[in-house]
């Protein structure tokens, strides 16, 4: 589990084709980064949940599997490619963003990016299918970083970036047509299945919609 606020900037130092899949090798100029990762740790990596499988140096090779990769931008990425990191918590870290899984549910677009004040506006385009669970305050994991959903209309949203996130994380690099990892909130898909009832154990079941919860009660 993690909190989604980054804690170091890493980059690809190589990726390397195996097997139908991908390892990845990531380093870290911060140099405190490793000192307590242990090899079988997670780390995200863009908000991609990848176990360490090997550390050399101040760096880390993970494995990625064919259901990451199609479901992430991690087989977008190149050598030099900059990524947002972030170790697992602890039971003594600071919850400062949201409670993050490392499981992208799907990719989205920046559509458009404007200054407010010191702040950058950027508005995201997210996978139809996600937009149920994208709420106005709620929140929402965009590569990695626990972000606030400043307004939403159908399934697009609008984000507020501050200085220091920006700063600190590879949103300076985004830009309109910049696809994007999300997860969205974990407490919006558990509630989903669970106001299924007995629907979710029928293979058919297509989650909450309209039709749904009319027959339900909830008009």
Same mark, same amino acid.
């Given at each position: 589990?993690?909190?989604?606020?980054?804690?170091?900037?890493?980059?690809?130092?190589?990726?390397?084709?195996?097997?139908?899949?991908?390892?990845?090798?990531?380093?870290?100029?911060?140099?405190?980064?490793?000192?307590?990762?242990?090899?079988?740790? @997670? +780390?995200?990596?863009? !908000?991609?949940? &990848? *176990? %360490?499988?090997?550390?050399? $140096?101040? /760096? #880390?090779?993970?494995?990625?599997?064919?259901?990451?990769?199609?479901?992430?931008?991690?087989?977008?990425?190149?050598?030099?490619?900059?990524?947002?990191?972030?170790?697992?918590?602890?039971?003594?870290?600071?919850?400062?963003?949201?409670?993050?899984?490392?499981?992208?549910?799907?990719?989205?677009?920046?559509?458009?990016?404007?200054?407010?004040?010191?702040?950058?506006?950027?508005?995201?385009?997210?996978?139809?299918?996600?937009?149920?669970?994208?709420?106005?305050?709620? @929140? +929402?994991?965009?590569? !990695?970083?626990? &972000? *606030? %959903?400043?307004?939403?209309? $159908?399934? /697009? #949203?609008?984000?507020?970036?501050?200085?220091?996130?920006?700063?600190?994380?590879?949103?300076?690099?985004?830009?309109?047509?910049?696809?994007?990892?999300?997860?969205?909130?974990?407490?919006?898909?558990?509630?989903?299945?669970?106001?299924?009832?007995?629907?979710?154990?029928?293979?058919?079941?297509?989650?909450?919609?309209?039709?749904?919860?009319?027959?339900?009660?909830?008009?």
């Amino acid at each position: 589990m993690f909190t989604g606020i980054i804690q170091a900037l890493g980059h690809i130092e190589c990726i390397s084709p195996k097997q139908g899949d991908l390892r990845l090798h990531i380093a870290c100029k911060e140099t405190d980064f490793f000192h307590d990762v242990v090899l079988g740790d @997670s +780390i995200a990596t863009n !908000g991609v949940c &990848l *176990t %360490v499988s090997e550390l050399p $140096g101040n /760096s #880390f090779w993970a494995d990625v599997s064919l259901e990451t990769l199609n479901y992430s931008t991690l087989k977008e990425l190149r050598a030099n490619s900059p990524v947002n990191l972030e170790k697992a918590l602890t039971p003594t870290s600071r919850l400062g963003g949201h409670i993050v899984s490392g499981h992208v549910d799907g990719v989205g677009q920046v559509t458009k990016r404007y200054d407010d004040a010191r702040s950058v506006r950027l508005s995201i385009e997210a996978p139809a299918k996600l937009a149920k669970y994208i709420a106005h305050k709620g @929140s +929402i994991c965009i590569d !990695g970083m626990s &972000l *606030t %959903v400043n307004a939403v209309q $159908g399934s /697009s #949203f609008e984000l507020n970036i501050v200085p220091h996130t920006m700063a600190q994380t590879i949103c300076t690099h985004y830009r309109p047509g910049t696809r994007v990892n999300l997860e969205v909130d974990v407490i919006a898909r558990y509630m989903e299945r669970l106001m299924m009832g007995d629907q979710a154990s029928n293979p058919d079941a297509e989650g909450i919609s309209e039709t749904f919860l009319a027959e339900h009660g909830f008009r």
